[in-house]
């Protein structure tokens, strides 16, 4: 996997913040942003994820009538 130099900018408390979670964690500053930009990505809106969370809507919709077809 190729890597990439990537600048970002916080908020000095969200910085602080997350520099003290990952100096307690032993975790890297990369596999932070990695792992919040993964979890970001999995309910993202744009346009990547439309076709996601149109499925998601429709399994949503469908749990939805089950569930009122089983308590009638």
Same mark, same amino acid.
């Given at each position: /996997?190729?890597?990439?130099?990537?600048?970002?900018?916080?908020?000095?408390?969200?910085?602080?913040? =997350?520099?003290?979670? =990952?100096?307690?964690?032993?975790?890297?500053?990369? +596999?932070?942003?990695?792992?919040?930009?993964?979890?970001? /990505?999995?309910?993202?809106?744009?346009?990547?994820?439309?076709?996601?969370?149109? +499925?998601?809507?429709?399994?949503?919709?469908?749990?939805?009538?089950?569930?009122?077809?089983?308590?009638?």
């Amino acid at each position: /996997m190729k890597k990439v130099k990537v600048t970002i900018y916080l908020p000095d408390d969200q910085a602080k913040t =997350i520099k003290k979670h =990952i100096v307690d964690t032993g975790e890297t500053l990369s +596999a932070f942003v990695q792992s919040a930009a993964e979890q970001k /990505m999995k309910h993202d809106a744009s346009r990547a994820g439309k076709k996601k969370l149109a +499925a998601q809507k429709k399994s949503d919709e469908l749990d939805e009538i089950i569930r009122d077809l089983a308590n009638s």
